[in-house]
Structure formats: structure tokens, C-alpha cells
């Protein structure tokens, strides 16, 4: 008790910093704990280095990363609380990139839906805002991916079955007829043809009576990563970066509520790349369009807030973790060191994210539920900012109903029963996941360096680096399954011979008849000649490198289609040619 | 006797862009000792058809992941056949319903490939399938 009050009176008269002698002595105890830490470190290994270790893993993240049986806070001690860690909201926003975080708001929990017909997608996103999801994100089919009118001999068998097929702001009316645009907002997933989609949901915003500052939503308009992994691309690298920056620049003034590019790691990482090469593959194309912003000569920080991230979230927790936390803390270093922003809000990495499809097995499908849950769970330890969670079935068709009111349920469960959105960071000062989150910064640095060595990353698109990368790690990993040294329930291991059939959503031809039939109707309908005149306006602006926002949003207005826009670029910037290895 | 190496072309037919089971599915092939040609992306079926017919494969292993399989399996074999291919095996994997690999075997196409295929085990249907139908040609 003596001692006890003894500190409490010495605080009490202590009010400036603490004395010299104070320090050493906290130093010389700090010391002291290393030492006698290091020691008894050095104890416990010798004692466990001959117990029997298990045989069915070889104690490696998903990726690959060793990881120790134990980490202590020697593996922490080069972290500078404030400077590397801090608090929620603050640089460099290790623990988050809002002050609150969950306890103001919790993540959107947004489902990825399309398919068939914009009607038939129409009446699934009623239904799911009817069940409570928050924010509407929408799949094209591929020929909308890839620019191309439903109509086009060379989509044939694709309309409609991969996602929603949108050849014309007529279609996008459809889609969101009775979903009010200035309160529902909207991710579309497009990357090649971006431009033409932001322009159709503009213009039926505008149709709706809603002015274009009050459209919320995202669009991907990623192209890097397209080039990389997911390869829905039309135009060579330079002009579709041209085509980004013409985005950013015209919605900086004209759209300020819209997040104008989602700098995606999902389809990297589901292509087979490490949760590091995801990371530093994708900031690394976030800096390379800041980069094209700044030479374009616009403030950073007019820009550079409406930027946004989207991660894929695998099954390796602590890493998926740790990366979400490193992703935000190298943004902002970045940003503010490098890019010289000066607004909080350019150095704060927002981000979505969409559990990993790739983890879905065929075999046992009601098992994804409990792998959606766990990737969940981590995507929101990682503070994430939006949730896709798909659904178990999507390892063998689109999600039926059923499959996807689970993979919403998911979310409702981890957002109110678990407990874990109640405070902020829970695994911040673990020393395992400050040291992984150290760990792939180091990484992703090293990462970083080699990229510049090649020449930046469209010189790296163009020699095949990344792909290379990526298909080396996909061959690593199925090495691995095949080998038996990374267990896969029901695929390696714990496999049954007897499967049920489950029930699964079929997309029939009828969606691209009722396409082919809507989009002759419309060129029946729609005046020729205003369409060919603002087609010619547009590659005018094209050939005269202008902004072409202004020109593609009054061809989309006349009713110009998604592949008739396509062309009227493609005549001057021709088509991006793949490097085809394996 | 020299034996001669199987010729694979695996194909990328239509707009999907999933390219990861393509692209270790030929790395595997490959390292199993067939010869293995990869078309890259977005290939129609006619592209197909006569690189398959230039390089002389003895295998055309599709992988498809935009469930247009029912349209592009069909319009690939019957173009090979139009070539004069029919005696080339037409195989391959991708998100394909158990019931639709069903319906397409009937109309000729070989054993498909779904998730959590074992690499090895697609090496070794085709060289099954070689050895039973080509070793006699090949003398």
C-alpha cells in the first residue's frame, strides 16, 4: 500500500515530463524484460525442438509464408505505436481508415448479382433489398464485359449467363426501374468498357430525375488488372489510362459522390496470385493511376479521395488480416511521402471486399458456407469497408435464391451475434499479426522495387511479368493440393464417394433472344440520325485527345449502343493483343 | 520405338476470361510430356478449329468458364469434323453441371474436367486415350 501511494503521490507532483532518471530507469527495466525474454525464449525452444510435430501441414500460409509456432513481443519490438500502428482514422491508418469504424456504421453488405435479362436482374435486386442488403452490385455477362451488343455474332451462347447482359441505356433503365439512384448505390464490376456503363448509369439517373452529384456507387474501371488477371480488357494500356484519368477528371467536378475506379486485388489473387503479390500488385497499380492523374495535371487531392480498393478475401485468416491492415498503412505512406497529398482523405484507403470464389469446392458444396463465414470473418477483423459474400453453390452454376439468402445471412450473423464489430481493430498489438502486417509491407516494398526495375507496370503488362508471376503461384498452390501437403476438405481429404445433387440456377437462350428482339426494336426506334451524329462527335474527341465524358454521355443519351461506342473508339485506338504464355 | 509426344491444344473459346485452369492445366501437360500449344484468350470456335487443323493436335482440350459450354463444345466439334478432325479428342473442364458433361458426351465430346480435378488425372485420361486410339496408326 505504502509504495503504491508513494506513485500516486510522485504523479501528482510530477506534472511536467518525466525526469531523466525516470527514463533510465524505464529503459534499464525494458531492458531487462528483452533479456530475460530472449532467454527464456531460447528455454522454451530447446525444449520443444525435439517434440513431434504434425505431418499433415508444413506450418505455411496459403501463400506459402512460413509461420512460427509462437511470436512474442520480440517480434514487435521495431514498431513505433504512433508512427506505424496509431489510432482508427488517423495516419497511417493501420487500424482503420474511419475513427469509429463498426461503431457508427457497420460495413455495406453488398451481394454481386446479374443474370439473364435487366428485368429478370431487376426483380432479384428488389429482392434483395427486401432482405436487408444495403448497396446493389451488379455482374455483367461477358459480352457487356467485353463491349460487345448482346447482339453480336461472337457472343453467341454467352448472353446473359455470367451475369446481366447491358447493351444500351435502354437496358440500364430496365435494371433499375423502381430503385431510386439517389439512395440505392451502385457497384458495377467494368473495366474495359467503363466509360460506356458509367455513362448509361448516369444518364438513367438523370432519367430518374436524379442529378449526377447525388449518384452514388463505384464503378471497377480497373484496367491494369485486367491486363494482368481478369483480362476483360478492349483497348491497349496507354489510351485506356487516358480513358481513366478523362473519368477521374470529369467526375472530380461533375459526379463528386462517386468512387471512380475500385483498385481490385480480387482477380489477381483468385487467378493464383499470393496474398503479397495481390497486395503489391494492386498498389502498385493504384500509384500507377495516381501517377497518370498527376502528369495529366490534376491535384492529387482532388482526386485521389474518390480512389477505392477492393481485396479478395481467401482462407488463411491472420494473413488475410494482416494484409488488410499492411494494404491501408503503405496507401498513405505512399500517398503522403511519395504523391505528396495533403487531404486525409487521399491517404485513407477505403476498400470492398468479396470472400475468395476460388476457395468454393464442387465437392461437399454446403461446406463453402462455413469457408464464406471464416473469410467473412477476417474481411471484417481487416475493417472492411463493404462485403460481398458468395454464395455456396458458385462453384458450379450462379447462385440460386436460396444460396445467396445464406451468404447474406452470413453477414447479418457475423454483424450481430459474433460480437466482433463491438470495437475497433480487435487484433491490433497481436504480436503475431503486427509482425505479419510488418512482414508484407517489407514485402510488398521489395515487390514494389522490382516493378520500377522493369520499367513500371505497363512494362511489366507488356513483357508478361505479371501473368508470369501469377501463373507460377496458381501452379504452386495446385503442386501443393496435388502433393497432399495443403489439405482441401473433400478434394484431398475427407472426400466422400456418395455426393447429393444440389439444386442449381440455369440460365436458358432465352435471355439473348429477348436481348436480340429488345435491340432491334431499339434501333428501329431510337433517331438514326442523331445517334451517328453523336457517334461521330465522339471519335472527333477521340482523334483531338479531349475529355470523353461529355461526348459518350450525349451518344448514350441518344441511345448509341454499349458495342456501337466501342467501335467508335476502337477506330482510333485499336485492341489490346495479349502475350500468350503458360 | 520412338514414341512419338501427344499434340494438346487447349483453348480459350468465347469472351470468358478465366485463364488460371488453363494456363496450369497446360503447364502440366507439358511437364507430363505432350506438346502442348495454348491459343490465349478469346478464341472463336472457327480460330480453333483451324489452328487445330495447322498444328496437327491430337487433342483440343477446351476450358470454359462462362457457362456457354453447351453452345461453344458443340460448335468447336462440329467444325473439327467439317475439317476432317473427327478423330481428335474434344475435351476439357471449366464450371460445367454434371448434367450437361452428361449431354455432351453423348454428342461426342470426351470426359470434362470440373473443380478439384487432379492435374495428373487429365494427363492421364488423354494419354489413356492416345494409347488406345493412336498407337495403332502410329505404327
Same mark, same amino acid.
Given at each position: 500500500m505504502y509504495g503504491m501511494e508513494g506513485m500516486l503521490m510522485s504523479q501528482v507532483i510530477d506534472t511536467d515530463a518525466p525526469t531523466a532518471a525516470d527514463l533510465e530507469r524505464e529503459l534499464e527495466r525494458k531492458r531487462q524484460e528483452i533479456v530475460e525474454l530472449e532467454a527464456r525464449l531460447a528455454g522454451w525452444r530447446a525444449t520443444t525442438a525435439g517434440a513431434p510435430q504434425r505431418q499433415d501441414t508444413d506450418f505455411t500460409t496459403v501463400s506459402g509464408e512460413p509461420v512460427r509456432a509462437l511470436y512474442t513481443p520480440l517480434d514487435t519490438r521495431d514498431d513505433d505505436y504512433l508512427a506505424d500502428i496509431g489510432l482508427p482514422g488517423e495516419y497511417p491508418f493501420t487500424r482503420g481508415p474511419y475513427a469509429t469504424m463498426y461503431r457508427t456504421r457497420l460495413w455495406t453488405k453488398r451481394l454481386f448479382s446479374g443474370f439473364a435479362t435487366a428485368a429478370e436482374t431487376n426483380e432479384r435486386y428488389k429482392f434483395l433489398l427486401a432482405h436487408g442488403t444495403t448497396g446493389l452490385s451488379v455482374a455483367f455477362d461477358f459480352p457487356t464485359l467485353m463491349g460487345y451488343d448482346s447482339d453480336d455474332p461472337l457472343c453467341e451462347g454467352e448472353v446473359g449467363k455470367c451475369g446481366v447482359a447491358i447493351s444500351s441505356l435502354a437496358d440500364m433503365e430496365t435494371l433499375f426501374d423502381g430503385i431510386p439512384l439517389d439512395r440505392v448505390s451502385v457497384s458495377m464490376t467494368i473495366n474495359g468498357p467503363a466509360i460506356m456503363l458509367y455513362c448509361f448509369l448516369l444518364a438513367a439517373a438523370e432519367k430518374q430525375g436524379v442529378p449526377f452529384e447525388k449518384v452514388t456507387g463505384t464503378i471497377q474501371n480497373d484496367i491494369l488488372k485486367e491486363y494482368q488477371a481478369q483480362h476483360a480488357w478492349i483497348y491497349p494500356p496507354k489510351p485506356a489510362l487516358k480513358i481513366i484519368t478523362d473519368i477521374f477528371e470529369w467526375s472530380a467536378v461533375s459526379a463528386p459522390k462517386f468512387n471512380t475506379i475500385s483498385i481490385s486485388g480480387y482477380h489477381i489473387r483468385e487467378a493464383g496470385a499470393t496474398a503479397v503479390e495481390e497486395l503489391a500488385f494492386t498498389l502498385k497499380n493504384g500509384f500507377t493511376y495516381v501517377e497518370e492523374g498527376i502528369a495529366r495535371g490534376l491535384d492529387v487531392d482532388e482526386f485521389a479521395p474518390r480512389l477505392s480498393f477492393f481485396w479478395d478475401v481467401h482462407n488463411d485468416l491472420f494473413e488475410e488480416i494482416a494484409k488488410f491492415r499492411a494494404s491501408r498503412r503503405i496507401w498513405a505512406r505512399h500517398m503522403r511521402d511519395i504523391y505528396g497529398a495533403k487531404r486525409p482523405e487521399s491517404w485513407r484507403l477505403r476498400t470492398h471486399a468479396q470472400t475468395a470464389g476460388v476457395t468454393l469446392t464442387a465437392q461437399q458444396p454446403h461446406n463453402n458456407i462455413v469457408r464464406v463465414a471464416y473469410q467473412g470473418l477476417a474481411a471484417v477483423l481487416g475493417g472492411t469497408q463493404s462485403l460481398h459474400t458468395n454464395a455456396m453453390d458458385e462453384s458450379l452454376a450462379l447462385p440460386t435464391e436460396n444460396a445467396v439468402r445464406i451468404a447474406l445471412r452470413t453477414q447479418q450473423i457475423l454483424a450481430f451475434e459474433t460480437g466482433v464489430p463491438n470495437t475497433i481493430d480487435p487484433l491490433a498489438g497481436s504480436y503475431f499479426v503486427e509482425s505479419m502486417t510488418d512482414e508484407l509491407e517489407r514485402q510488398a516494398e521489395e515487390i514494389f522495387a522490382e516493378i520500377d526495375d522493369l520499367g513500371g507496370v505497363v512494362a511489366g503488362i507488356e513483357s508478361g511479368y505479371f501473368q508470369a508471376r501469377i501463373s507460377r503461384s496458381a501452379r504452386r498452390f495446385q503442386d501443393e493440393v496435388e502433393a497432399r501437403s495443403r489439405l482441401i476438405v473433400g478434394v484431398n481429404s475427407f472426400q466422400e464417394d456418395d455426393e447429393p445433387d444440389l439444386e442449381i440456377l440455369r440460365i436458358d437462350e432465352s435471355a439473348a433472344e429477348a436481348q436480340a428482339g429488345r435491340l432491334a426494336a431499339l434501333r428501329e426506334r431510337r433517331d438514326g440520325g442523331a445517334v451517328e451524329h453523336a457517334l461521330g462527335a465522339l471519335t472527333a474527341a477521340v482523334m483531338a485527345d479531349e475529355n470523353l465524358m461529355p461526348p459518350m454521355l450525349d451518344a448514350v443519351r441518344a441511345y448509341a449502343t454499349l458495342g456501337e461506342i466501342r467501335d467508335a473508339l476502337e477506330k482510333v485506338y485499336g485492341r489490346f493483343q495479349e502475350p500468350v504464355a503458360f | 520405338m520412338a514414341e512419338r509426344k501427344i499434340r494438346v491444344l487447349v483453348a480459350k473459346p468465347g469472351l @470468358?476470361?478465366? @485463364?488460371r485452369g488453363a494456363k496450369v492445366i497446360a503447364a502440366s501437360l507439358r511437364d507430363a510430356g505432350m506438346e502442348v500449344i495454348y491459343t490465349g484468350l478469346h478464341q472463336t470456335p472457327e480460330k480453333i478449329a483451324t489452328t487445330a487443323l495447322q498444328e496437327d493436335v491430337d487433342v483440343v482440350a477446351l476450358s470454359i468458364l462462362s457457362g456457354a459450354h453447351m453452345t461453344l463444345f458443340p460448335r468447336v466439334l462440329e467444325l473439327l469434323r467439317e475439317n476432317g478432325m473427327d478423330d481428335v479428342l474434344v475435351t476439357g473442364g471449366g464450371i460445367i453441371p454434371q448434367e450437361d458433361m452428361d449431354a455432351l458426351q453423348e454428342l461426342g465430346v470426351g470426359r470434362l474436367f470440373g473443380p478439384g480435378t487432379v492435374t495428373g488425372d487429365a494427363a492421364a485420361y488423354i494419354r489413356d486415350w492416345f494409347e488406345e486410339n493412336r498407337m495403332d496408326e502410329d505404327g
Open positions: - | @470468358d476470361g478465366h @485463364d
